[in-house]
């Protein structure tokens, strides 16, 4: 299992074109489409 049983979100952050995902809590989103989110 890949969750760490914390609060914390966790995140790969890629630079090439790849669609998010979610894999067993760990969610996988473009550099860009996370620093200009207003969620995080």
């Known amino acids: ?3 760490i049983a914390d609060n ?3 995140y790969v952050l ?3 074109v790849f ?3 979610n894999y ?3 969610r996988t989103m473009h ?3 996370f620093l ?3 969620e995080y």
């Open 31 to 33: 550099v860009a489409d």
């Open 36 to 38: 200009l989110s207003e």
């Open 1 to 3: 299992m890949l969750s």
């Open 14 to 16: 890629r630079t090439d």
């Open 24 to 26: 067993e809590g760990i």
């Open 8 to 10: 914390y979100p966790k």
């Open 19 to 21: 669609e998010g995902c």
